[in-house]
């Protein structure tokens, strides 16, 4: 083989290498966490991940570190294409089966809670790359035991409390209805978001307490901490340690939407959660506010720049001999004309 084809040659291969590299190392794509009633991770984040205040979020860092916080919008499972009950074992629904998230499945009783009631109740999920899909919420069946480990056969797989289908993603949240049955004390509300554009699928557990004051707690005993979701501060603060990839889809973007096939909101967001967004998102030129339409109506897969990476290396492999060739002919002519 000439030396100058052989170059060419090596030189494509040598991409394949690098191509899946990027594969192996393409970080989760990020769309969110339940912000309410707030979700496990999305409480201990909000704590801080360094010093925690309550005592379940500093269990949950000893048993899985705190860069799992920092990634709190990322418990997920890549090809869960619905099949999210043959995927995780009882006892890591919390965590999907994520060994960085394990500290979420620890069975304890004073998680801090969010105060809730029977009756009609307004969902809002914490959206940082808006794509199609369908939410589904679970609640845990009476008689559920908060210091055992949360199993399938907790929750009311039958009546979930929530179901909504491309919701409209505005304030930083997707906001959906629902209704919470009669319940008393503890319980997990179990949240799960199947996107439509992937079988991509995210997961989030929020703790409850139904009754009275200080969480629900059963009489004589300690009120649970009341849980509070992560100011839009904070979320930006940490950022810059999160390992989750957002693959242009910004926090932005997750602001407002266009899309006009999307169902609309049946609330607005809470006071509490615009508080925590800038005044301008949504607005026309606010930043992301012209990209969301695309995205929404897209729903880009998150993978794909990791697939485009694969699909320059494999052209490169397919056009290196040709080139070659064009540059061998080229070569030959030149000497035929002299």
């Given at each position: 083989?000439?030396?100058?084809?052989?170059?060419?040659?090596?030189a494509a291969l040598?991409?394949?290498?690098?191509?899946?590299?990027?594969?192996?190392?393409?970080?989760?794509?990020?769309?969110?966490?339940?912000g309410?009633?707030?979700?496990?991770?999305s409480?201990?984040?909000?704590?801080?991940?360094?010093?925690?205040?309550?005592?379940?979020?500093?269990?949950?860092?000893a048993?899985?570190?705190?860069?799992?916080?920092?990634?709190?919008?990322?418990?997920?499972?890549g090809?869960a294409?619905?099949?999210?009950?043959?995927?995780?074992?009882?006892?890591?629904?919390?965590?999907?089966?994520?060994e960085?998230?394990?500290?979420?499945d620890?069975?304890?009783a004073?998680?801090?809670?969010?105060?809730?009631?029977?009756?009609?109740?307004t969902?809002e999920?914490?959206v940082?790359?808006?794509?199609r899909?369908?939410f589904?919420?679970?609640i845990?069946?009476p008689g559920?035991?908060?210091?055992?480990?949360?199993?399938?056969?907790?929750?009311?797989?039958?009546?979930?409390?929530?179901?909504?289908?491309?919701?409209?993603?505005?304030?930083?949240?997707?906001?959906?209805?629902?209704?919470?049955p009669?319940?008393?004390?503890?319980?997990?509300?179990?949240?799960?978001?199947?996107?439509?554009?992937?079988?991509?699928?995210f997961?989030?557990?929020?703790?409850?307490?139904?009754?009275?004051?200080?969480?629900?707690?059963?009489?004589g005993?300690?009120?649970?901490?009341?849980?509070?979701?992560?100011?839009?501060?904070?979320?930006?603060?940490?950022?810059?340690?999160s390992?989750?990839?957002?693959?242009g889809?910004?926090?932005?973007?997750?602001?407002?939407?266009?899309?006009?096939?999307a169902?609309?909101?049946?609330?607005?967001?809470?006071?509490?959660?615009?508080?925590?967004?800038p005044?301008?998102?949504?607005?026309?030129?606010?930043?992301?506010?012209?990209?969301?339409?695309?995205?929404?109506?897209?729903?880009?897969?998150?993978?794909?720049?990791?697939?485009?990476?694969?699909?320059?290396?494999?052209?490169?492999?397919?056009?290196?001999v040709?080139?070659?060739?064009?540059?061998?002919?080229?070569?030959?002519?030149?000497?035929?004309?002299?």
């Amino acid at each position: 083989m000439p030396a100058r084809r052989k170059a060419a040659v090596l030189a494509a291969l040598g991409l394949a290498p690098l191509a899946l590299t990027a594969l192996a190392a393409a970080p989760a794509s990020a769309p969110g966490s339940m912000g309410d009633p707030v979700s496990r991770i999305s409480q201990c984040y909000a704590e801080g991940p360094e010093s925690p205040r309550s005592a379940a979020c500093r269990a949950a860092v000893a048993a899985g570190g705190t860069q799992a916080l920092y990634d709190w919008n990322g418990v997920r499972i890549g090809d869960a294409n619905g099949r999210h009950q043959a995927l995780i074992p009882d006892g890591k629904l919390c965590s999907a089966d994520n060994e960085e998230f394990r500290g979420l499945d620890l069975a304890r009783a004073d998680w801090p809670a969010t105060a809730v009631r029977s009756g009609s109740y307004t969902f809002e999920y914490r959206v940082t790359a808006p794509h199609r899909g369908t939410f589904t919420v679970y609640i845990t069946k009476p008689g559920y035991d908060p210091a055992k480990p949360a199993a399938w056969a907790d929750l009311d797989l039958g009546h979930p409390v929530a179901t909504v289908t491309d919701p409209v993603a505005s304030g930083g949240f997707y906001t959906f209805s629902g209704t919470l049955p009669e319940r008393t004390g503890r319980h997990l509300l179990y949240a799960v978001w199947q996107r439509s554009d992937s079988p991509e699928e995210f997961h989030s557990c929020s703790d409850v307490a139904f009754g009275g004051s200080g969480g629900g707690a059963p009489s004589g005993s300690s009120p649970a901490p009341t849980a509070s979701a992560p100011t839009e501060r904070q979320i930006e603060d940490g950022a810059g340690r999160s390992t989750i990839e957002h693959h242009g889809h910004g926090d932005a973007d997750a602001r407002t939407t266009t899309d006009p096939t999307a169902h609309p909101a049946t609330h607005p967001t809470s006071a509490a959660a615009r508080a925590a967004v800038p005044a301008d998102a949504g607005r026309p030129g606010a930043a992301g506010g012209a990209r969301t339409r695309n995205l929404a109506e897209t729903g880009g897969d998150g993978g794909t720049p990791y697939i485009a990476v694969g699909g320059a290396a494999a052209l490169a492999l397919g056009s290196a001999v040709p080139f070659a060739s064009v540059r061998r002919r080229a070569a030959h002519g030149g000497r035929r004309g002299r």
